[in-house]
Each structure stands twice: as structure tokens, then as C-alpha cells.
């Protein structure tokens, strides 16, 4: 895979946060220096390096934000400019990258079950991307304080959630503006989707944790909700 196919920055912070995590030799000038102040052959260099200790680069590879799902949440977010976003099961940064690239000052937490993600988000925050904060951490049972975040997004994330209910609550609690969700929109065969969440479904979700203001619209195979919770 070529380096210029990748989120350069992301991949680069990800390897210096995986050098001082397992404290591995790094250059001084790779190592301290402000990753935005890095020049393109030195963030050649650590890719490189990070290749030799087995990175797996392809997962900052470009292009998720051309998919139909995501990119009408990257659309809609640039409308309304972000003060800071709450993205819940981040996974394996299909929508988190793409937004970490596009807003390059919004802050953003991410929160995630699974501890090898989480351990991913922290490199790159280690290596650089000092907005990013990662949490071992499920929503349900989390608590979050009222109002803490402008946005939060739940992106292919509430099918999977045995009490969607308490998901969907603690999510409106929450946002200041916006819940964002996007959900498949028809049955499939993936065992780890244990509910079909259709508009009406959502509605009555959504209307039950206090939030009424809701605008549906689809896109390929998925539902879209965007959820204002000013009102």
C-alpha cells in the first residue's frame, strides 16, 4: 500500500504511540517534535518504521469517507461545525478517521468495549493527536454527565447493543445538539446485529428518551437519524 493511500498523520501519531508504549528507539526529531511540524519524509520515515514492527497500515488507508453512510454524516457535520463529539463504538475508525481528518480542531472522545481499539486510539493520542481521548467504556453502563458533548454519534453501533433502550437515553442525555445514528435499514446475515431498528422503532426509542425532533433519510442498505436534542 502506498503512503500516499494512507491518513498519513493518523498512521504516524499510531506508530509514535505504540514506540513510547513499548518503549522502542525512536529518533528525536520523530519522536518530539509537534506531529503537524513533521515533514513529509520524516512521516515517510516512521511509516516505514512502522511496517518493520508490523503495523498494520491498512487500517488508516483512505476511502470510508466515500462511503454513502458516512459521508452524509461528514456532510451534515460541517453544516453545523462541531464544538466536540462523543463517538460511541468507534471500532475500527471507519467513520472516526475520516472526521478526525476533516475536523482537525474539534475535540473528540471516543468510547469502545473492546480493549485492543481503545489501545489503538490511545497511541495515536500518544503520538500526537492530543484531541482524541479513548474509553474503554460502554455507554449503558458509563455514566456521562448531561449535556457533556455537542454531538454524539452512534454509527453502526445500536443494532448491537442488547439494552438499546439505555443506549439510546444515555445518548440524547448526553448531546447538547445532535444524536447521529446510522443503522442497517433491511435484515442480514451478520450474527452480532441482534435487533432491526426501523424508523418506527427509532421513533419510539428516540420519543421516550425525551427527544421528538428526528429527521430520517437513507442512503445505500442503512438508516440515518438525526436526532435534535435542543428541543
Not at 503512503?3 to 499510531?14: G, T
Not at 454527565?145 to 454531538?151: I, N, R, T, W
Not at 435487533?195 to 438508516?223: I, Q, R, Y
Request: net charge negative; glycine share 6%; charged share 30%.
Amino acid at each position: 500500500m502506498e503512503n500516499s493511500e494512507l491518513y498519513r498523520e493518523l498512521a504516524a501519531a499510531a506508530i509514535r504511540g505504540k514506540a513510547a508504549r513499548e518503549g522502542r528507539e525512536l529518533k528525536a526529531e520523530l519522536r518530539e517534535a509537534p506531529l503537524g511540524m513533521l515533514m513529509e519524509s520524516e512521516i515517510d520515515s516512521l511509516l516505514e518504521l512502522g511496517r518493520d514492527w508490523g503495523v498494520k497500515l491498512y487500517r488508516f488507508k483512505r476511502g470510508h469517507e466515500e462511503l454513502p453512510r458516512v459521508k452524509i454524516v461528514l456532510g451534515f457535520l460541517r453544516g453545523i461545525m462541531p464544538q466536540d463529539l462523543l463517538d460511541v463504538g468507534s471500532g475500527r475508525g471507519v467513520f472516526l478517521f475520516p472526521f478526525l481528518d476533516a475536523f482537525p480542531d474539534c475535540p473528540v472522545t471516543s468510547f469502545d468495549i473492546l480493549p485492543h481499539r481503545v489501545e489503538l486510539l490511545e497511541d495515536i493520542r500518544r503520538g500526537g493527536i492530543h484531541r482524541l481521548t479513548a474509553e474503554n467504556a460502554d455507554i449503558c453502563t458509563r455514566p456521562v454527565p448531561e449535556k457533556s458533548a455537542d454531538v454524539v454519534t452512534l454509527l453502526e453501533v445500536l443494532e448491537h447493543i442488547p439494552d438499546v433502550r439505555a443506549a439510546v437515553k444515555a445518548a440524547v442525555s448526553a448531546a447538547r445538539r445532535y444524536v447521529i445514528v446510522t443503522v442497517p435499514s433491511k435484515p442480514d446475515d451478520n450474527p452480532e446485529h441482534i435487533h432491526l431498528l426501523t424508523k418506527p422503532v427509532l421513533t419510539e426509542l428516540f420519543n421516550s428518551a425525551g427527544c421528538s425532533k428526528l429527521h430520517f433519510s437513507g442512503v445505500l442498505d442503512h438508516l440515518v437519524l438525526l436526532a435534535d436534542t435542543e428541543g
